[in-house]
């Protein structure tokens, strides 16, 4: 009996000393460990762009694709935005990259959907811009035109500082969209019920007075629960006030930059959403020509949670082309009001927009005796460095332009002079740090400035992929 239990021992040691010995060849053996990069997003050609004119009645629509080189065939059309089944012709066809489209439309024009394909996708943008020198609604009121998204934010004032601030809500898919609209005041959140169906083809206004009629600052944000939207917000600030259109602001996030802040005299005032369950301590920084610093005494702002904040920078930014820098350890949302001065006032709004990174097109920008258009471009890291292109309404274009911008700087970019009507291209060179920009276009008569301003967006040439993965996670949540 001894002698078979030392004998299974020793088995068993025999048999461990084996498994150690191979363990050890193994190792030895194995091929050296490879370190795979983390797989980045691909750039790819857009292909196809539809983006919707909110409510291009009595205004200028302006249609341009640059195009992109080598890029062959496609089509772009204007057309009135129908439900299933209803037919409506273009009213224009677009099909010479390059050449900016105009047109005056009737006064009573529902929403138009501005549609391209192929070459003629490439970077294609779309505007209306409504110039009124007298009445109610005296003031120049630009919009981008925008594609159907399921998320939008704005910022502006409320209906208790305007005569009318109305939301513009248009479906040009092929599905139905259940739309839910949020509003948060300087109070706090609005608490309500505010949604709704929006069918294919159909378009809705929504006086915001009838959701929130005391506020006196707003955020608004429009989200779908199925399907997506066209959004835009019109503001009427009142007899002898302004007019304008709020542009659509960047998602919150715990960095926000509201570029495109004009030069010059009258009001300029920043306003802050905190939209979360959290207040927010936001820092400001101002963006100018002479640098990247704190304004005195207007270091922060405070916003508490769910509520809106303002904070008047008239003096900080003194008169000089700007853009504001905003962190917080709390996601926020941010715009701009832009006051012109004059025996009548018009105002102008900015609001926290991405960098230019693949570049950017704006298409309505004029030159003549009393309008002018301005670029403003800033770069809050390293020096930026892009080309400029302008694309002429009528006859050739002119060469491309570089412009440099310093870094922690804020610089107006002189554009080659053209007559009338023209759209501009900007695109940042190899080597760039991040560009934020806008365009600012004003007119000036008898009673003071007219003015409209638009931040850049992300230009439509080319998109960002995420990488596929061999991963379930690829198509599930």
């Known amino acids: 009996m001894k002698f078979l239990v030392e004998n299974r021992f020793g088995m068993l040691l025999l048999v461990v000393i084996s498994l150690l010995a191979l363990y050890g060849v193994a190792h030895v053996t194995q091929p050296p460990e490879t370190v795979t990069a983390a797989p980045q997003p691909k750039r790819v050609t857009v292909e196809s762009v539809n983006t919707v004119c909110p409510d291009p009645g009595d205004s200028v629509v302006s249609a341009v694709a640059p195009g992109r080189e080598g890029a062959r065939g496609g089509a772009a059309t204007v057309t009135a935005l129908t439900a299933p089944g209803e037919k409506a012709g273009p009213a224009a066809t677009l099909d010479q990259p390059g050449k900016l489209w105009q047109k005056k439309q009737a006064a009573r024009t529902g929403p138009l959907i501005v549609a391209g394909d192929g070459a003629m996708a490439a970077g294609l943008e779309a505007a209306q811009t409504a110039t009124a020198t007298s009445g109610a609604r005296r003031g120049l009121a630009g919009v981008r035109c925008v594609e159907p998204a399921a998320e939008a934010w704005f910022v502006g004032p409320g209906p208790a500082a305007a005569a009318e601030v109305t939301l513009y809500v248009a479906n040009p898919d092929s599905a139905p969209a259940s739309v839910e609209v949020a509003v948060y005041a300087g109070e706090g959140p609005v608490v309500g019920d505010h949604g709704f ?121 003194g008169g000089q082309p700007a853009a504001i820098a905003l962190t917080s350890e709390t996601p926020i949302v941010a715009g701009m009001v832009i006051t012109a001065t004059g025996t009548r006032l018009d105002v102008a709004f900015s609001a926290g927009a991405a960098p230019i990174d693949l570049g950017s097109v704006v298409a309505d920008n004029r030159s003549g005796k009393d309008t002018k258009s301005a670029l403003i471009l800033s770069a809050p890291g390293k020096a930026a460095k892009v080309s400029v292109q302008v694309l002429p309404a009528e006859g050739a274009a002119p060469a491309a332009t570089e412009a440099e911008i310093p870094a922690a700087r804020t610089e107006q970019i002189a554009l080659p002079k053209v007559r009338g009507a023209f759209a501009v291209a900007v695109t940042p060179l190899p080597g760039s740090g991040p560009v934020y920009g806008g365009r600012v276009l004003d007119q000036r008569d008898g009673n003071g400035l007219l003015i409209t301003a638009q931040p850049l967006a992300a230009g439509r040439t080319w998109a960002l992929v995420p990488p596929l993965t061999d991963s379930p996670s690829t198509v599930l949540p």
């Open 197 to 317: 169906m929006v069918e294919p083809g159909e378009h809705r206004t929504v006086n915001l007075k009838d959701i929130a009629p005391s506020p006196l600052v707003m955020a608004v944000s429009v989200r779908t629960g199925s399907g997506r939207v066209a959004s835009a917000v019109r503001a009427e600030m009142g007899e002898g006030r302004g007019v304008d259109w709020l542009p659509q602001a960047a998602a919150p996030a715990k960095s926000v930059v509201v570029p495109g802040i004009p030069g010059g005299g009258g009001r300029r005032e920043l306003y802050v959403a905190a939209p979360g369950e959290s207040d927010a301590v936001v820092q400001v920084k101002a963006i100018t020509a002479d640098g990247f610093y704190a304004l005195k005494n207007r270091e922060t702002v405070e916003v508490p949670a769910g509520s809106v904040a303002t904070l008047d920078l008239s003096t900080g930014i």
